[in-house]
Nanobody
Framework: QVPVVESGGGLVQPGGSLRLSCAAS????????MGWYRQAPGKQRELVAA???????NYADSVKGRFTISRDSAQNAVSLQMNSLKPEDTAVYYC?????????WGQGTQVTVSS
């Protein structure tokens, strides 16, 4: 019954790659926005990447060129391909799903980039 579930986090060495996935419940309709945010200890949550129902995407400057966000054909799932990972990318990553009337957050998945 969890509306949004993330997966794919883990430990990776600098320069490595990870792919995060977020699955939204089928019960959530009219999704117009899906995004990934991250939060490191002692820091505020920040937008990493987002994609609208129209397919427009947006990225934080710090990840531009390294991360790619994409949606599945049904637009009820979103992935974040993360390449060339850096220690600064270490954080808990959260999936955010928005519809016309609701805003949903996943529980988060830990990404740790360390040698």
């Amino acid at each position: 019954q969890v509306p949004v579930v993330e997966s794919g986090g883990g430990l990776v060495q600098p320069g490595g790659s990870l792919r995060l996935s977020c699955a939204a419940s089928r019960s959530i309709f009219a999704i117009n926005y899906m995004g990934w945010y991250r939060q490191a200890p002692g820091k505020q949550r920040e937008l990493v990447a987002a994609i609208t129902s129209g397919g427009a995407s947006n990225y934080a400057d710090s990840v531009k060129g390294r991360f790619t966000i994409s949606r599945d054909s049904a637009q009820n799932a979103v992935s974040l391909q993360m390449n060339s990972l850096k220690p600064e990318d270490t954080a808990v990553y959260y999936c955010n799903v928005r519809s016309w009337t609701s805003n949903y957050w996943g529980q988060g998945t830990q990404v740790t980039v360390s040698s």
